[in-house]
């Protein structure tokens, strides 16, 4: 067995043994709510990387050994000092260990049973690949159909540049049981339930009023509220302030854009609402479990023949069905640099991309358009190896639509699940039944879930450090409103209109950043594949990602940097 696979091995037995009645948000105040190894952003006064206030390079045929052996140096010292970080416990909610039948975690694309419950022997040979880290084990894993779990061993991958995926941890997430995980599956019924209604119509709609009645008489749900109450306002927004200005969706999903010599409008292929011949999937027992056995897909969403701009959860799940992983940070960021908006006042060239403070340079391959646009890219792919790490060795959380099938054989009495009551007997729930003849939770997607656990959320943790970048590079205090008028889409989604709101005047860069992350983020929930906690503790994990990846560049600039300033999705500033 190598030293790695045995680290695996130990390391599970760790979560395992974690003590099931851990308190998730108590973990995360301890860590002041983000992933805990957000301490690597600068606060446990890491030893310099560079001795000189800039990375001297003077590159010929005579010194080129003394250029690599100051290379040597930095990697050095910047392994040393991922290295010196510390590695946090990763805790479970104790949900594997507490249910025999593995109730609570992601077993898609295993055989179950009639009910739904997974076959032990096909979860146990799951547990022992991912215990003993072989490639050889993963083959071994039984599967009930044709569908392969998505790239488990990615979580085992290493980084040559920030902090290691072993070494930042989330959670606990809610457990199977608690009002936490009910409260998240009442929200998602609504989102199934409101899917074709816009955004802009959550006022007065008679649904989002019921929803937000419901959600803010449960026990215990944390999205957003003012004075105490769900709103609809507040409704599926993110926790940020920035969520709760302005339009739902961000400026940067309407605004037009140019790649290059092309100019594309974010008009989007969306899906036929219901009343159109649309479908919502796996709403009945039968669909529901060939899905569950990995014997999906059941259908396929029929296009709507005109592209149109984002208008409710429906067309947002289309976005974030198919979307490149970093494209809405990648959009936004193109957009900024077209449209003037200053950076940041770090940036040791100046405040924008036309003028410099140098009298001889502006920026290109460092503090420039193409560090910013690949660095998007960059990060992208060491998030998605932090989560998955997450996913598949410390949580294997359930998904929504496992949880759906649990509360529908509850419902129809076939079996007993210690569910909250606060699921149970939701009006979301009820509405359901009405509509479908079944409890199961409707999906956008024909597929469902994607073949791997829900907590962390790859598209959210993606989100939370491309964002961050984003914020890091561009001035995040900077008012939108100065260089462009703020919109919304019209009711058919064919055209933009103005927003009217009083609040148009606090939309700031930083703000529709922390935004889109959360459409990209809760549109996943949208379409009844991610939870709430998903979205909120992804974000946080993304960004102590990308910190990380700032500061070990930093380190290899030749200017003299004073850092990146910018605010962190708990509110707070900090300086890479």
Not at 211 to 234: H, I, Y
Not at 455 to 471: E, Q, S
Request: charged share 20%; with cysteine.
């Amino acid at each position: 067995m190598s030293y790695r696979a045995k680290a695996k091995k130990d390391q599970s037995q760790t979560d395992l043994e974690s003590p099931a009645n851990t308190s998730r948000r108590a973990f995360l105040g301890t860590f002041s709510g983000v992933a805990a190894a957000a301490m690597a952003a600068g606060a446990i006064g890491l030893e310099p990387l560079i001795d000189t206030k800039s990375a001297v390079a003077h590159a010929s045929d005579n010194d080129s050994g003394e250029r690599a052996e100051q290379s040597f140096k930095i990697r050095l010292k910047a392994a040393r000092n991922e290295r010196n970080l510390p590695t946090p416990l990763h805790l479970t909610n104790g949900d594997e260990a507490l249910y025999p039948n593995r109730i609570g975690n992601f077993c898609k694309g295993l055989p179950h049973n009639g009910l739904g419950l997974v076959d032990p022997g096909a979860y146990q040979s799951l547990l022992d690949a991912l215990a003993s880290g072989e490639p050889e084990d993963f083959e071994r894993i039984s599967m009930g159909g044709n569908v392969g779990l998505v790239n488990p061993q990615s979580g085992l991958a290493f980084d040559l540049e920030g902090t290691d995926s072993h070494q930042l941890a989330m959670g606990p997430p809610p457990a199977v049981a608690s009002a936490e995980r009910a409260g998240e599956a009442v929200e998602d019924y609504w989102m199934a339930l409101l899917r074709d209604v816009n955004f802009t119509r959550y006022n007065g709609d008679p649904l989002a009023l019921q929803a937000s009645d419901e959600l803010s008489r449960l026990s215990d749900f944390r999205g957003p509220k003012v004075g105490g109450r769900v709103t609809p306002q507040t409704l599926f927004r993110g926790f940020t302030p920035g969520d709760l200005a302005g339009p739902y969706v961000s400026q940067f999903l309407f605004k037009t854009v140019d790649f290059g010599a092309v100019t594309v409008p974010q008009k989007y292929n969306t899906y036929l609402p219901l009343s159109n011949g649309g479908t919502d999937y796996m709403t009945h027992a039968d669909s529901w479990l060939a899905v569950q056995n990995g014997t999906g897909p059941f259908g396929r969403n029929r296009i709507d023949p005109t592209p149109r701009y984002i208008r409710n959860g429906r067309d947002l799940s289309a976005y974030v069905h198919i979307d490149v992983l970093f494209q809405a940070y990648f959009v936004a960021a193109l957009w900024l640099m077209g449209n003037g908006a200053p950076l940041n006042p770090g940036n040791p060239y100046g405040s924008n991309f036309l003028t410099s403070k140098s009298r001889t340079q502006v920026g290109f391959g460092t503090f420039g358009n193409p560090h910013i646009a690949a660095l998007l890219a960059e990060v992208a792919t060491r998030a998605l190896k932090a989560v998955w790490y997450e996913k598949w060795f410390v949580h294997r959380t359930v998904r929504p639509e496992e949880f759906g099938g649990l509360v529908h054989f509850t419902r129809t009495g076939e079996a007993s699940h210690p569910l909250h009551p606060d699921i149970l007997n939701s009006r979301a729930v009820d509405l359901v039944f009405q509509r479908n003849g079944a409890y199961m939770m409707p999906h956008a997607f024909p597929e469902g879930c994607p073949q791997h656990p829900a907590y962390g959320a790859g598209h959210a943790t993606v989100a939370g450090a491309c964002a961050t970048l984003v914020k890091a590079f561009f001035d995040d205090s900077f008012v939108l409103s100065q260089i462009t008028d703020i919109v919304q889409a019209s009711d058919d989604g064919l055209s933009l209109v103005s927003y009217t709101g009083s609040d148009a005047g606090q939309i700031t860069v930083g703000g529709e950043m922390n935004k889109i992350a959360a459409n990209v983020g809760i549109g996943r929930n949208h379409a009844a594949v991610h939870w709430r906690s998903d979205y909120a503790d992804s974000l946080v994990l993304g960004e102590a990602v990308a910190i990380s990846i700032l500061r070990d560049q930093r380190a290899t600039y030749n200017e003299q940097f004073s850092g990146f300033t910018f605010t962190k999705f708990d509110g707070t500033k900090i300086t890479v």
